[in-house]
Structure formats: structure tokens, C-alpha cells
């Protein structure tokens, strides 16, 4: 009965991440005197259709995605057409779904404060005794200011510089009474997990955890939402890179699944489902804005080129690209979606 309610709840939080980019088009497009044909929650056969003034909205089968319909590649004599309006109209519809995704991401990152009322800080609480660490000079009360050449928001983005590190060996940077202070060459310990073979670094210091106060809040919000989206660029240049495969990748089925999990792992813990959904939200708002046909990014690049024009390229040329870019990334949703379904039995 967990497994099932779990599920839901997961379905539920994709959907609205989805449903909220998907407003941030219609609401901005309405602002902009855009008409909106029709407004969708989910995806397959309608189930429940209601008309509005100037748009239908339609609650579909299928609880994974909607859209919001403007007609973005069709002709029209229609001067509330969405090809009608100016150039900066048209953009500012096109960024308004990821910038949703954005702004829920960081209202998500303040209410996960909210819940919590703890911060973790990235300055030093403790130094072990006889590491290099303490050899280097560091000590209680120091604030780690980047790690290798990253800047450090938040204390996770410690651990992950510590946790792709390969020879043990990280140069920091920390504020000691307003000054800045380099600790090159700093050599962590390393031990061998008998289970994996996998080097794992010995962290040879602490962080104080507090109590959050109000002044703490939108600093402490800013932090954690600038960490997830660094997170996620570096991400997807590792996946470019080929660092990572598309059996890293994961779509829909993917992430229900391992909100599903977490849900379960955590004991429903509210804060880390809460911590999962921001992650997502904001990985949608970016990966959106890529420069890529189909995407709310590739269009953005399209109005660039009809603003330096001052021309707009044929509705049938762009029409044409972005159904190719749609139908790339449907072949690619297949193979990631088959990969999610094999993971979930293997």
C-alpha cells in the first residue's frame, strides 16, 4: 500500500512541475494578447474538456506532461496569432515556462529550509588530528570559498568535489577573519571499499550545522538553488563529454520511479521529497532552455535570428526543424523510457 501511495504521490509531482511550465506559457501569452487554442494536463485521449472564453482546457488520460497549444509554427490572419506578435512578445512567452520551473525551484528551496530549520555552512567546525588538512593550516572557524578552482555554495558542493576527486590531492581556498587564504596540495587519506573496489576519500573535517534564523533564509534559498543548477550544467557537459552514456539518462518512468523510491528510502520524509522535486524542476527549466529544435531554447534561438533579420523565417521552414528535433527526442525518449523500464526489473 506504501509502494502504490508513493507512486501516486510521484506521479503527482511530475505532473505539476509539467503543468507549471506549461503556465508560465499560457499565463505570459495571455498577458501578451497571444490566444491560447488549448491548455492540457497530461497526455492520450481526453477525459474532461471544458471551453473557455478563448482557449479549451482538457484533463487528459495520462498523468505525464501536458501542453499549452499557440499555434507557434502556423500562419494566420488572426492579429492575436501568436507569429503576429512582435519579437519580444514572442520570447517572452517561450522563456516563461522555464522561468516557472525556476522561480518553483527556488519557492521549493525555501520551504525545504522552512521544514528543515537547519543549515549546514561551509564553515569549519572541527579538523581531524594529524591529517593534511591540518598540516595545511586549516582550522575551526575557516569558511571553504571554493575547492579546485569551484566555487563552494553550499556543503554538498564539497562533497562532490571530494567525491570526484582522483588523486586525493585538492587545492582549497577558505576566508579566515576577511581573508582570503589558498591551501594548495591539501592530501586527503584514502581507504579501498572492500565491496566495489572504489577508492573513497577520508573527509578529514567537519561543517557546523545551525540553527536557521531569518536572515539565514533567502541566502541559504539563493545557495542551494544556485548548487542544483551548477549541478545540473555540469551534468549535462559530462554527458556531452561522454563521460556519461544514455544509460545515465532517465525520462518520465525514470524519475517516478526514483521519487517513488526516495519516497520509501526516506520514510516519506517531507524535506527530502521536497529536495527531489526541486531537482527536477530546475533540471526541467534548464534543459528546456537548451539551444534545441522542439525545445523552448531552440525557439528562442529561431527569434534571435528573425530580431537580427528583422525578418521572420517561413513557418513551414521552422515548422519543419522543430518536428525534426521533436521526433529525434521521441526516438530518444523511447530508448531512455525502454532503459527506465529495464532498470525498474533489473
Known amino acids: 500500500m506504501d509502494t502504490f501511495f508513493s507512486l501516486i504521490g510521484a506521479v503527482l509531482i511530475f505532473c505539476i512541475i509539467v503543468v507549471v511550465h506549461e503556465f508560465g506559457h ?10 491560447v487554442s488549448e491548455f492540457a494536463i497530461g497526455m492520450g485521449p481526453v477525459i474532461f474538456k471544458k471551453q473557455g472564453k478563448n482557449t479549451l482546457f482538457t484533463l487528459r488520460l495520462l498523468p505525464l506532461g501536458g501542453f499549452c497549444a499557440m499555434g507557434e509554427d502556423e500562419e494566420s490572419d488572426n492579429e492575436n496569432s501568436f507569429r503576429n506578435k512582435s519579437v519580444g512578445r514572442r520570447i517572452a512567452v517561450i522563456v516563461a515556462g522555464a522561468i516557472m ?16 530549520g537547519k543549515l549546514t555552512t561551509t564553515i569549519i567546525a572541527e579538523v581531524t588530528e594529524g591529517s593534511g588538512c591540518e598540516a595545511a593550516g586549516m582550522s575551526q572557524g575557516d569558511r571553504v570559498v571554493s575547492v579546485n578552482g569551484l566555487h563552494i555554495f553550499t556543503a554538498n558542493d564539497i562533497i562532490y568535489q571530494l567525491r ?14 576577511g581573508e582570503k587564504i589558498a591551501l594548495n596540495g591539501i592530501r586527503f587519506g584514502l581507504t579501498v ?11 578529514d573535517f567537519k561543517v557546523y550545522l545551525k540553527d536557521l534564523t531569518p536572515p539565514d533564509l533567502l541566502p541559504a534559498a539563493a545557495n542551494k538553488f544556485m548548487y542544483y543548477s551548477r549541478l545540473i550544467l555540469m551534468s549535462l557537459r ?12 532517465q525520462g518520465p518512468v525514470g524519475i517516478v520511479t526514483v521519487i517513488t523510491e526516495s519516497a520509501e528510502e526516506s520514510g516519506f520524509d517531507v524535506g527530502y521529497l521536497l529536495d527531489i522535486a526541486m531537482l527536477i524542476t530546475v533540471n526541467v527549466g534548464i534543459f528546456n532552455l537548451l539551444p534545441l529544435p ?25 515548422g519543419m526543424v522543430h518536428f525534426a528535433g521533436f521526433a529525434l527526442l521521441m526516438i530518444l525518449m523511447l530508448v531512455v523510457t525502454f532503459n527506465d523500464v529495464k532498470n525498474i526489473f533489473v
Open 193 to 203: 571499499d572492500e565491496q566495489t573496489g572504489e577508492r573513497v576519500l577520508n573527509y
Open 294 to 318: 522542439a525545445l523552448d531554447g531552440g525557439r528562442f534561438v529561431f527569434l534571435l535570428i528573425e530580431a537580427i533579420r528583422r525578418k521572420p523565417l517561413k513557418a513551414e521552414t521552422e
Open 26 to 35: 499560457f499565463i505570459v501569452a495571455r498577458k501578451c494578447g497571444i490566444d
Open 164 to 177: 570526484n576527486d582522483e588523486d586525493g590531492v585538492l587545492d582549497f581556498v577558505i576566508e579566515r577573519n
Open 238 to 249: 559530462d554527458l556531452i563529454t561522454g563521460k556519461y552514456g544514455l544509460n545515465s539518462l
Open 101 to 116: 520551473n525556476l522561480i518553483l525551484g527556488f519557492i521549493l528551496s525555501v520551504v525545504i529550509f522552512l521544514v528543515s
